[in-house]
């Protein structure tokens, strides 16, 4: 059983960063694909970044692409996503997700991805 857990949300104003981490347990992940997403009240969830977890192959949404970085320490299973210049349109409850079956290229739709952290509340102030 995998277990996904998000951390590091908060509330920042407009210009503001955060670092939000992903930690997972329960299997080794080569291979796998992790992937951010968000959701804002009344709207769907949204792919917000994605890196294979090799980190030859990184994606980021349009609306943060030059805003958030993946990183990641691969010895404890954890990534890192780092949010600068935070909008107000950020704010959303991010999830981080894993999918553990092997596909050449990181995929954007939550549907393929098979674990899911709780999320975690990112408010941006205006």
């Known amino acids: 059983q995998v277990q996904v857990v998000e951390s590091g949300g908060g509330l920042v104003q407009t210009g503001g960063s955060l670092r939000l981490s992903c930690a997972a347990s329960?299997?080794?992940?080569?291979?796998?694909?992790l992937g951010w997403f968000r959701q804002a009240p009344g709207k769907q969830r949204e792919f917000v970044a994605n890196?294979?977890?090799?980190?030859?192959?990184?994606d980021y949404a349009d609306s943060v692409k030059g805003r958030f970085t993946i990183s990641r320490d691969n010895d404890k299973n954890t990534v890192f996503l780092h949010m600068n210049s935070l909008k107000p349109e950020d704010t959303a409850v991010y999830y981080c997700?894993?999918?553990?079956?092997?596909?050449?290229?990181?995929?954007?739709?939550?549907?393929?991805?098979?674990?899911w952290g709780q999320g975690t509340q990112v408010t941006v102030s205006s």
């Open positions: 329960g299997r080794t992940f080569a291979g796998y694909t």
């Open positions: 890196t294979h977890w090799s980190g030859h192959i990184t």
């Open positions: 997700a894993v999918r553990t079956i092997v596909s050449s290229s990181p995929p954007t739709i939550p549907s393929m991805y098979n674990y």
